[in-house]
């Protein structure tokens, strides 16, 4: 049977929207690492670890060059040590936490030294980094004694990637579509639940959904910028765009990224195909389709939405997964 997970803007109500999740039945909640958008990752997940009693948590995803390997250990060491057993840690190369600094995504050559630095240090080896020796060298009682066991996924849509995933790591956040080969694959996923008889168009889906179909806008000015004439105006959300001074401009698309239109050309988004771009439907329809994941290999799905009445959809994907 499916896990049913939900991710969580790592922010001022991140931790109260947290225990609602753990009320609502979820198996667990997860934040990004995008310090440019919110609040830091590790402070969100230490509040969360203290402020509910059951439910798993974990960050999905963290970018590696945001953080020294140690400095990385040490945190997620910390945490378990508030939270045993319930922290889990997902990895990623960071398209949306780095594009807002204008960086490129890492590459998978980096995640691989990163991700087996920390994974060496949570079992207490001794780890060259950067030409120095390193190992956690906490007296009794400061961190949980090594090693120190917490499951490690990767994100990844392209084959590289998921190759790494399953060579080095417990399972794959998936971006895309289930992948098999994974004894834990958990499809992240984005959109809004429909009431029955309400359209996409309606104010309060599109208000939902704009920020989220705006991410393929984004990713799309990135890397084929021409491509952006496909989109529904696309065109006109380019001339918005580049009406901003270009050493700068990078700053302006990623402003509210995943969580609101405040960036002031988002607006223009078109929501009309909404149902095919995200995980938006009727609870009926998305039934139909969390079924569809779980035939195609699917373990779990990490429900997501933008900054916009975050209890509203934790309470509706909680209804669409039959949780209590």
């Keep these: 049977m499916l896990t049913y997970d939900f991710r969580l803007p790592p922010g001022p ?42 439910i798993k948590f974990g960050p999905a995803v963290l970018i590696p060059s945001y953080r020294h390997p140690m400095a990385q250990a040490s945190a997620i060491a910390s945490v378990e040590q508030i939270a ?22 890492l590459s998978i050559a980096s995640m691989r030294t990163h991700i087996t630095q920390v994974q060496a240090l949570l079992r207490g080896d001794v780890v060259d980094i950067d030409g120095g020796l390193a190992q956690i060298l906490a007296s009794d009682g400061w961190l949980p004694d090594r090693p120190i066991n917490v499951p490690i996924y990767m994100a990844g849509q392209g084959p590289k990637a998921r190759a790494l995933a399953k060579e080095i790591t417990d399972g794959l956040i998936s971006l895309g579509g289930p992948a098999e080969g994974f004894e834990t694959c958990l499809v992240s996923t984005n959109g809004t639940v429909l ?91 998305l039934r139909e389709r969390l079924a569809k994941l779980e035939a195609a290999g699917a373990t779990g799905v990490i429900f997501g939405t933008t900054g916009y009445d975050v209890e509203r959809e934790l309470r509706a994907y909680a209804e669409v997964a039959g949780l209590r």
Aim: charged share 25%; net charge neutral; with cysteine.
């Design 84 to 105: 045993p057993g319930r922290l889990m840690v997902g990895f990623g190369t960071g398209f949306t936490g780095r594009a807002g600094m204008g960086k490129k995504a």
């Design 195 to 285: 009431d029955d008889g309400e359209d996409v168009t309606s104010t309060r889906a599109a208000t939902a959904l704009k920020p989220l179909i705006a991410i393929g806008y984004h990713r799309r000015y990135m890397f084929d910028p021409d491509s952006l004439k496909e989109l529904p105006n696309g065109e006109a959300w380019r001339v918005s765009v580049e009406r901003v001074e270009e050493s700068v401009r990078h700053l302006s698309v990623h402003r509210g990224h995943n969580l609101d239109v405040s960036n002031g050309h988002d607006a223009l988004v078109d929501v009309s195909n909404a149902k095919q771009t995200t995980f938006t439907g009727t609870r009926a329809e």
């Design 13 to 54: 109500r991140t931790a109260e929207y947290a225990l609602l999740a753990e009320e609502l039945g979820f198996r667990a909640v997860w934040c990004p690492e995008v310090p440019a958008f919110g609040h830091d990752i590790w402070v969100t997940l230490a509040r969360i670890a203290e402020k509910t009693t059951r």
